[in-house]
């Protein structure tokens, strides 16, 4: 059986940076695309990062530049490093994962992924 789990989510002073990470258990796949997406209340679940199997990664326009995504192969822990923070970072974070050769261009989409997590959340404060 397939499991995410999401840690890190806190609470911190815009500017500032946090780290989370999303251990993944009973999922090996030889090929495969993960990604972190983020949701507020009322509004859409909107993707910000993802990285597939080769390690190439990109980036949402609002986070590019000061997100980082990253794999830990020997670990099975995916990660995602947020620096310089903002308000509008709020929201509860989520990692997915689908075994797949490619993170195709549906892949920015919620409805692509097979796996979830439970969420973790961030709080940025002004």
């Known amino acids: 059986q397939v499991r995410l789990v999401e840690s890190g989510g806190d609470s911190v002073q815009a500017g500032g940076s946090l780290r989370l990470s999303c251990a993944a258990s009973?999922?090996?796949?030889?090929?495969?695309?993960m990604g972190w997406f983020r949701q507020v209340p009322g509004k859409e679940r909107e993707g910000v990062a993802r990285i597939k199997s080769d390690g190439i990664t990109t980036y949402s326009e609002s986070v590019k530049g000061r997100f980082t995504i990253s794999r830990d192969n020997a670990k099975n822990t995916l990660n995602l490093q947020m620096d310089y923070l903002k308000p509008e970072g709020t929201a509860i974070y989520y990692c997915?994962?689908?075994?797949?050769?490619?993170?195709?261009?549906?892949?920015?989409?919620?409805?692509?992924?097979?796996?979830w997590g439970q969420g973790a959340q961030v709080t940025v404060s002004s």
């Open positions: 997915a994962a689908r075994a797949s050769d490619s993170c195709y261009s549906g892949s920015w989409s919620r409805s692509w992924y097979t796996y």
């Open positions: 009973g999922y090996t796949p030889t090929a495969w695309c």
